[in-house]
């Protein structure tokens, strides 16, 4: 049980929807484990309503909060300042009070590859990557990817235009990453599943059933791995293709628990229980 005091500083979660969020239960189980007087709560904000409540956050004391949908990139202007991992992928997913500044990180990042590490034994060094989409979760995953030392990163998606945007945006910044654009035209990327060593679905393609319907997946090479930042349904569509090919694959349960553990350290400075957050993230989703 967590123990509301006249001291407890208070966490949350900023998005809007947020009801349907897991972070207060992976968060609060940290808080109970540890025996620390903070508490995690839900802050449902309308996006012509951001400003005001950022500026209502402040004022109430609140201690950090996590930035989901849709508020990750319009929240940067109503912040103090942003970490060089968030301005790079123009994404804010946690906040952090500094006395009377509310500074602006990016723990996705970060999360992204300690699952990547965990759930596939993959080190990014050297390696060759296709990543599907150019969104918000695909600029996050990009930069982690180059910062980590991916030698290639091809960016296949719908929008060339959206595609083209995202490649410009790093190719400056990481000189030494070979980034090339693709469509999802099966015929292009054949070519490129016969070469690389990832791929990484950073689309919402796989919710609910949906399924990338000509992703020829059995041309990935012998080794090569898959990663799907879709962790509800467990098995995705692709995840369920990647396992009777006998590829290694993982969702995205880890990401979420990871970039949650990196949050949390960063708001108390303590490290939580070791799997704990992974652990309440699936039994809530199994629930």
């Not at 966490?11 to 992976?26: D, E, K, Q």
């Not at 090919?245 to 949390?264: I, K, P, V, Y």
């Amino acid at each position: 049980m967590i123990r509301i005091t006249g001291k407890t500083r208070v966490l949350g979660i900023v998005g809007w929807p947020v009801g349907h969020s897991l972070s207060p239960a992976m968060h609060n189980a940290a808080i109970a484990a540890l025996g620390i007087d903070y508490i995690y709560v839900p802050f449902p904000v309308e996006p012509e309503c951001l400003g005001p409540a950022v500026e209502g956050l402040r004022r109430l004391g609140v201690w950090g909060f996590n930035v989901t949908i849709p508020h990750k990139s319009a929240i940067i202007p109503f912040l103090d300042r942003v970490s060089r991992e968030a301005g790079l992928c123009g994404a804010v997913n946690t906040v952090r009070r500094d006395g009377d500044l509310l500074v602006g990180h990016n723990t996705d990042g970060a999360g992204f590859l300690a699952s990547l590490r965990e759930d596939l034994g993959f080190d990014p060094r050297g390696a060759a990557i296709l990543v599907l989409g150019a969104g918000g979760a695909a600029l996050g995953a990009v930069a982690a990817l180059s910062g980590a030392g991916a030698a290639r990163i091809i960016v296949a998606n719908r929008t060339a235009e959206r595609g083209a945007s995202l490649v410009e945006r790093f190719r400056p910044v990481f000189g030494g990453v070979g980034f090339s654009l693709s469509s999802l035209c099966p015929g292009e990327l054949v070519g490129h599943l016969r070469t690389i060593d990832l791929l990484v679905n950073t689309t919402s393609v796989g919710m609910n059933g949906t399924r990338f319907e000509d992703l020829p997946l059995a041309e990935l090479r012998s080794g090569g791995r898959v990663y799907d930042m879709v962790y509800a349904p467990a098995e995705t569509p692709l995840l369920a293709a990647a396992r009777e090919r006998g590829l290694t694959c993982a969702n995205g349960l880890g990401m979420l628990a990871s970039q949650g553990e990196a949050a949390f350290s960063l708001w108390t400075g303590i490290e939580p229980p070791a799997g704990l957050m992974k652990i309440t993230l699936r039994r809530e989703l199994e629930g």
